[in-house]
């Protein structure tokens, strides 16, 4: 240490200029006013009870040598009173809450107490300032510690104003920000806030401090929020918060900020308080929530594509394997019809009874299987065709040419209304009213000749077709299933048929966009009420 | 070099082809077959043989190398041939060939039957119509 001045204390004046030296000091050594007024203070405080010719009392000033790293200037009270104990000494206590350290050593009748206070760390000492200090402590002019207190209490009033104004501009700035700026203690209590944040929140400063936020933050970033505050004024020296919902009182709604959080520190890099802005960035978070949307509704939508496409593979693979097998099926299927009969025909006479039944057993079962065959194929050709414009009163009638034998062999009676013309596949369509209609003869009562009757109600968009008859009809159990494939409400002695007939309406109806309803109970007959779309979009 | 009228058969299933053998010997009809399994052979025979001799050419449709179809143009476009009957005879039912086969100059499109005893009628027709084309 270097040391600078001396000061004997015998007397209150010596108390005063102890005060005034040590203020000098402090200047010298480019501490601010207050932190010069801290220093001398404290020596104040220590040298207080130490007055008096009796006690010896000196006090020695000191700078911190240029080699060592941690600048002070120090304070080194030497004086020989009977009874100092550190531990009782007021002025001691006091003191020790205003300065980095201190440390007070009685050895014998000898009291040492040393007091020091930190510089700023980019303080440069060299022997220089050391000399030029020496002067000034120690050749100073004849000013009174009173004009000296006076001179100092001017200072510290023109001080005041300077912060006073300052404050205001502060103020006027912050407030006129749309940023909420706020102010907290390191253990988060809010000292300012300004204008914005008032009025935004809606909540005073001793509101906030009391609730904790819970009034303003979301639930769910509250906690999130708590950690993060804590951790922050703990670490470094300034963190970005993560976005968080803050509510707007005006309109009950919870807004997106995200905010800064800094640490204002003193000469000494200790950290006094918190500087916190946050910015409202509400709109940014939501077109940030949309895109992500947007990026996961692309996502799933090119994962459906995908599906559709293996599913529209899949399906035309079991169309095509369908048509193959009932295609390649027939071949095979004419020769064992063929020789069945062929045999019956040659050696038939020749064959005992039984083999000319069983024979026969052959040749039905062979004609079904044909059928069947006959059937899957048709079922598996319906796929998706062209649409025309077609007029269902022609197909109604081209159907009931083709079927005129089976209608005149049942007597059966069929009365048609008018019907729309729509968008359609001709083909298909008379498949599926020659599959209705023949079903409507098939199934018809034993004495009662069939009555069919097939009408159609036109909206702005669909037609809604109903076939009606007069049929054994069916129970209400069979109505879910009736469409499946393969589906037969009847043993075959009773009635033929595959099954297929109506899973073949089903499909074409389907492949026209349209649906089909069955209603019925045994022995009233059956109802199918079809709608189909007037118009397509021809793909 | 056939001396004697006959009826030129084409099909590439060889049970088919015994059986129309067979049939016409039971009828028989005292007319000569000659069989060949695809288009090809048919357009081949011909040109070795003197085209008057030949007074029916039954098809079937699905052959190898020439089909019935494509085999029943090139007799029809032929000035030589375009003159003999021709009578498809398949398995297949598919309305669209058959309009495709009359518009082209078949005579007759008929469906191979299941049943023998209509089987046997359409052989004695094809033995009909082969002799309508003499004298």
């Known amino acids: 240490m270097n040391q600078i001045a001396k000061v004997i204390l015998d007397n209150e004046m010596d108390l005063i200029l102890a005060h005034k030296q040590s203020m000098r000091l402090a200047e010298l050594a480019g501490l601010s006013l207050g932190a010069q007024t801290t220093f001398a ?19 020695t000033l000191y700078v911190s040598d240029k080699k060592e790293k941690l600048k002070y200037i120090t304070v080194v009270l030497e004086d020989n009173r009977p009874s100092f104990s550190a531990a009782n000494d007021e002025g001691y206590k006091y003191a020790k809450r205003l300065v980095q350290n201190i440390s007070a050593v009685v050895s014998g009748s000898t009291n040492r107490i040393e007091l020091s206070y930190r510089l700023p760390m980019h303080f440069i000492i060299d022997t220089a300032l050391i000399d030029k200090w020496r002067i000034s402590l120690n050749t100073d002019p004849n000013i009174s510690p009173y004009e000296e207190i006076k001179r100092k209490n001017t200072q510290l009033i ?5 912060l006073q104004e300052k404050e205001q501009q502060y103020k006027a700035l912050t407030d006129s920000l749309p940023i909420m700026i706020f102010s907290m203690t390191n253990e988060a209590t809010v000292t300012y806030a300004n204008k914005w944040l008032i009025d935004y929140t809606g909540e005073t400063i001793e509101n906030i401090n009391e609730t904790k936020w819970q009034n303003i933050l979301h639930p769910d970033d509250l906690k999130d929020a708590q950690i993060n505050w804590s951790s922050s004024f703990s670490k470094a020296d300034t963190i970005i918060t993560p976005p968080s919902r803050l509510k707007h009182a005006k309109t009950g709604e919870y807004r997106w900020h995200t905010g800064v959080i800094t640490a204002m520190k003193d000469e000494q890099g200790v950290v006094k308080s918190w500087n916190t802005y946050m910015v409202d960035i509400h709109a940014q978070k939501l077109v940030e929530e949309t895109l992500k949307n947007n990026r996961q509704l692309k996502e799933i939508h090119a994962e459906l594509e995908e599906k559709v496409n293996l599913l529209n593979r899949s399906n035309q693979q079991l169309e095509q394997f369908a048509y193959i097998a009932s295609h390649d099926l027939q071949e095979p299927l004419r020769k064992i019809s063929f020789y069945s009969d062929f045999l019956k025909e040659k050696y038939g006479k020749a064959m005992p009874e039984e083999a000319g039944l069983f024979f026969n057993n052959l040749v039905n079962a062979t004609d079904r299987m044909k059928v069947l065959i006959t059937d899957v194929l048709a079922y598996s050709t319906v796929r998706k065709d062209s649409f025309e414009k077609v007029s269902l009163d022609e197909i109604i009638k081209e159907t009931l040419q083709d079927l005129e034998i089976s209608i005149k062999e049942k007597r059966a009676e069929i009365k048609v209304e008018l019907l729309p013309e729509i968008d359609g596949n001709s083909r298909q369509l008379k498949q599926l009213f020659e599959n209705l209609i023949s079903n409507s003869l098939k199934f018809s009562r034993p004495d009662v000749s069939p009555d069919i009757s097939i009408s159609g109600i036109t909206d702005n968009d669909n037609v809604l077709l109903s076939f009606k008859d007069n049929g054994i009809g069916f129970e209400e159990q069979h109505i879910a299933r009736m469409f499946d494939l393969f589906q037969r409400l009847h043993t075959r002695d009773k009635y033929s048929g595959t099954g ?36 397509q979009n021809n793909t | ?85 021709v009578m498809i005879f398949s398995t297949s039912v598919n309305e669209i060939e058959k ?37």
């Open chain 2, 1 to 85: 070099m056939s001396s004697l009228p006959y009826i030129l058969i084409a099909d590439d299933d060889f049970e088919d082809r015994y059986i129309m053998s067979e049939t016409f010997r039971e009828l028989g009809c005292p007319v000569a077959i000659h069989m060949v399994e695809d288009g090809t052979k048919v357009i081949e025979y011909l040109s070795e043989q003197e085209a008057d001799m030949v007074k029916l050419i039954v098809l079937d449709l699905n052959m190898p190398r020439l089909s019935g179809t494509e085999t029943l143009r090139v007799l029809k476009n032929n000035p030589g041939y375009k003159a003999i009957p």
């Open chain 1, 500 to 535: 297929i007939g109506l899973a073949i309406c089903k499909k074409i109806i389907d492949m026209h966009n349209g649906s089909i309803m069955a209603s019925g109970s045994t022995g009233n007959g059956a109802t199918f009420l079809i709608t189909l779309p007037l118009r």
């Open chain 1, 41 to 59: 203070t404290a020596v104040s405080e220590v040298s207080r009870n130490a007055i008096g010719k009796e006690n010896a009392a000196h006090l």
């Open chain 2, 99 to 135: 309009r495709i086969c009359l518009d082209l100059g078949a005579k007759e499109y008929i469906t191979k039957p299941t049943k023998y005893a209509e089987y046997v009628q359409i052989c004695k027709k094809f033995y009909a119509i082969s002799q309508e084309s003499l004298g």
């Open chain 1, 158 to 162: 023109e001080l005041a104003e300077r």
